[in-house]
Nanobody
Framework: QVQLVESGGGLVQPGGSLRLSCAASGSIFSIDAMGWYRQAPGKQRELVAVITRGGRTNYPDSVKGRFTISRDNAKNTVYLQMNSLKFEDTAVYYC??????????WGQGTQVTVSS
């Protein structure tokens, strides 16, 4: 199994920045893609960013150009740099790991609140 622990959420003003971290432990050698998802109250969980083991990234249009996902395989950690934050970015952000031969793993989530 893979365990994920997120950190870095908090309260930020519109236009501000935050960086989220997700540290993986356990069966880390089985991890392929890692990603960030978010879920706002009353809405479905949605993809924010994904990065493959080889470093390929993908973003939805809603965050493209503002968010950047990166991965440090030596530290088993994935990051999400969020810039130019908007009110609608407010949500609980979850880290996910897709692993070979294992079910997907999810972190416990970290709250991001964009408010003036």
């Amino acid at each position: 199994q893979v365990q994920l622990v997120e950190s870095g959420g908090g309260l930020v003003q519109p236009g501000g920045s935050l960086r989220l971290s997700c540290a993986a432990s356990g069966s880390i050698f089985s991890i392929d893609a890692m990603g960030w998802y978010r879920q706002a109250p009353g809405k479905q969980r949605e993809l924010v960013a994904v990065i493959t083991r080889g470093g390929r990234t993908n973003y939805p249009d809603s965050v493209k150009g503002r968010f950047t996902i990166s991965r440090d395989n030596a530290k088993n950690t994935v990051y999400l740099q969020m810039n130019s934050l908007k009110f609608e970015d407010t949500a609980v952000y979850y880290c996910k790991a897709d692993s070979y031969g294992l079910p997907p793993s999810w972190g416990q989530g970290t709250q991001v609140t964009v408010s003036s």
